[in-house]
């Protein structure tokens, strides 16, 4: 059914997404503890 195919892509969309976000706020974070040190 194609609205499942949807559904999954916004689903594994969103955890990507996610992920990417995550990874971008450590690297800032990294990088805050790195300026303050």
């Known amino acids: 059914c194609f609205v499942v195919i949807v559904i999954e892509e916004?689903?594994?969309g969103g955890r990507k997404r996610?992920?990417?976000e995550?990874?971008?706020k450590e690297k800032n974070n990294a990088t805050d503890t790195g300026n303050r040190a």
């Open 10 to 12: 916004l689903f594994v």
């Open 18 to 20: 996610r992920m990417a």
């Open 22 to 24: 995550k990874i971008a």
